[in-house]
């Protein structure tokens, strides 16, 4: 339904040159809120109405950078620092690996952000009420014929000059447009309601069907019942039946150099210890020696077992023997095992092995001091001021 108040007077031309034409001349008039509808592009449009670069590359140029500096930042991190992951050896923060994601995600934000710019912000969507619509105008202007459409908005806008204006550049047809009036839906209705009960119900129902039952019935089951081996599990398809595989022997992953004296219970060499006993790794080799050592050494390393006669019990490890091996010696046991004990390779990583040779030097000295240690603590003792030895 149309109301009297006015928001333009369209005008219909018969060829493109006229459109063009009285594009230009509306221009030059000094009207600056109009409009062009036609059915094809036409050349030459955009200076004729004095149009200038469309903001809408703005939009597609900051959501566009925005996607792919977002999603770069969030591989890097991802893969880098909250879940490192090698994968086929490469390192963690593998530049050329996260270039495809994120030229598909600029490529993504970008386009999706033109066209939701397009729609909310150029077209005033979702406004439905656009004046010119159903109009005889629009039909016209959707075929065959240009046209063109002043709006009352302007300030020197007149009716009656407006009509004249037109009809002195070849009009062929002159309409009124008015504005519509205003409909409001009022959304909690009954029947409404009713419906969106009912697409819930559906919706919902739908969904626990197809994902417990649907897809436990052939063919849908492919997903449940796959032909692999879960950690942990029995198979036939190896000898041994065991699922999980040991690397092939001799295998050496990139970056990794395999510890030189496999299997040597007495090698002529010996490793150096590449760590420094801070309070970081000491801490480290404790947690790491009550876990693995101290059931059969004790927890100080006296031979004091914890497991009470169920496993040979270890020797102490504050013997002179003992205390007389390099730390690479002491590695070497650790890693290829020695009498009773077994390797600890699989079980512990180099960087923990070499903690826990610390920490197993700091329990040696404990039991056996040396007199720089009682005037290290006598010195400790006069600058604290503090009694500092229980």
């Given at each position: 339904m149309e109301t009297k108040n006015l928001h333009s007077v369209a005008a219909l031309f018969d060829t493109p040159e006229k459109i063009i034409n009285a594009a230009n001349k509306v221009k030059d008039a000094g009207y600056?809120?109009?409009?062009?509808n036609t059915p094809y592009p036409v050349h030459g449009m955009d200076k004729a109405m004095g149009l200038g670069q469309s903001k809408i590359g703005w939009i597609t140029l900051f959501f566009g950078f925005s996607g792919a500096i977002f999603i770069?930042?969030?591989?890097?991190?991802?893969m880098a620092m909250n879940y490192p992951y090698v994968v086929g050896g490469k390192p963690f923060f593998s530049f050329p690996a996260f270039i495809p994601i994120t030229f598909e995600v600029t490529v993504l934000s970008g386009s999706i952000a033109t066209i939701v710019g397009m729609l909310a912000v150029f077209f005033n969507l979702p406004s439905?009420?656009?004046p010119i619509q159903d109009s005889d105008y629009l039909k016209q202007v959707s075929t065959d014929k240009f046209g063109i459409l002043i709006q009352a908005a302007n300030e020197k806008f007149d009716k009656e000059k407006v009509v004249?204006?037109?009809?002195s550049l070849g009009a062929s047809t002159i309409e009124y447009i008015y504005e519509p009036e205003k409909e409001e839906f009022k959304i909690l209705q009954p029947k409404f309601m009713v419906f969106l009960a009912l697409v819930a119900i559906l919706t919902s129902g739908g969904t626990y069907v197809t994902l417990n039952k649907l897809m436990y019935v052939i063919p849908f089951n492919w997903m449940d019942r796959q032909s692999k081996s879960n950690p942990q599990s029995e198979t036939t398809f190896f000898h041994d039946g065991f699922a999980m595989r040991m690397p092939v022997k001799g295998t050496i992953a990139k970056g990794f150099m395999p510890y030189p004296y496999q299997g040597q219970a007495q090698p002529n060499e010996v490793l150096s210890n590449p760590t420094l006993p801070t309070k970081e790794i000491l801490e480290l080799g404790q947690r790491k020696f009550l876990t693995f050592c101290s059931p059969c050494?004790?927890?100080?390393?006296?031979?004091?077992?914890?497991?009470r006669g169920q496993f040979p019990p270890g020797p102490t490890l504050h013997s002179d023997k003992i205390i007389g091996y390099s730390d690479g010696m002491i590695y070497n046991i650790i890693t290829n095992g020695q009498n009773a004990m077994p390797s600890y390779a699989y079980q512990i990583p180099r960087e923990q092995r070499w903690a826990i040779i610390?920490?197993?030097?700091?329990?040696?000295?404990?039991?056996?001091?040396k007199p720089s240690d009682f005037q290290a603590i006598s010195q400790l003792k006069k600058e604290s001021g503090k009694n500092v030895v229980n």
């Amino acid at each position: 339904m149309e109301t009297k108040n006015l928001h333009s007077v369209a005008a219909l031309f018969d060829t493109p040159e006229k459109i063009i034409n009285a594009a230009n001349k509306v221009k030059d008039a000094g009207y600056k809120k109009f409009d062009v509808n036609t059915p094809y592009p036409v050349h030459g449009m955009d200076k004729a109405m004095g149009l200038g670069q469309s903001k809408i590359g703005w939009i597609t140029l900051f959501f566009g950078f925005s996607g792919a500096i977002f999603i770069f930042l969030f591989m890097g991190w991802t893969m880098a620092m909250n879940y490192p992951y090698v994968v086929g050896g490469k390192p963690f923060f593998s530049f050329p690996a996260f270039i495809p994601i994120t030229f598909e995600v600029t490529v993504l934000s970008g386009s999706i952000a033109t066209i939701v710019g397009m729609l909310a912000v150029f077209f005033n969507l979702p406004s439905l009420n656009d004046p010119i619509q159903d109009s005889d105008y629009l039909k016209q202007v959707s075929t065959d014929k240009f046209g063109i459409l002043i709006q009352a908005a302007n300030e020197k806008f007149d009716k009656e000059k407006v009509v004249e204006f037109l009809k002195s550049l070849g009009a062929s047809t002159i309409e009124y447009i008015y504005e519509p009036e205003k409909e409001e839906f009022k959304i909690l209705q009954p029947k409404f309601m009713v419906f969106l009960a009912l697409v819930a119900i559906l919706t919902s129902g739908g969904t626990y069907v197809t994902l417990n039952k649907l897809m436990y019935v052939i063919p849908f089951n492919w997903m449940d019942r796959q032909s692999k081996s879960n950690p942990q599990s029995e198979t036939t398809f190896f000898h041994d039946g065991f699922a999980m595989r040991m690397p092939v022997k001799g295998t050496i992953a990139k970056g990794f150099m395999p510890y030189p004296y496999q299997g040597q219970a007495q090698p002529n060499e010996v490793l150096s210890n590449p760590t420094l006993p801070t309070k970081e790794i000491l801490e480290l080799g404790q947690r790491k020696f009550l876990t693995f050592c101290s059931p059969c050494h004790g927890n100080y390393a006296d031979g004091n077992s914890r497991l009470r006669g169920q496993f040979p019990p270890g020797p102490t490890l504050h013997s002179d023997k003992i205390i007389g091996y390099s730390d690479g010696m002491i590695y070497n046991i650790i890693t290829n095992g020695q009498n009773a004990m077994p390797s600890y390779a699989y079980q512990i990583p180099r960087e923990q092995r070499w903690a826990i040779i610390d920490y197993i030097r700091v329990l040696q000295r404990a039991q056996n001091p040396k007199p720089s240690d009682f005037q290290a603590i006598s010195q400790l003792k006069k600058e604290s001021g503090k009694n500092v030895v229980n």
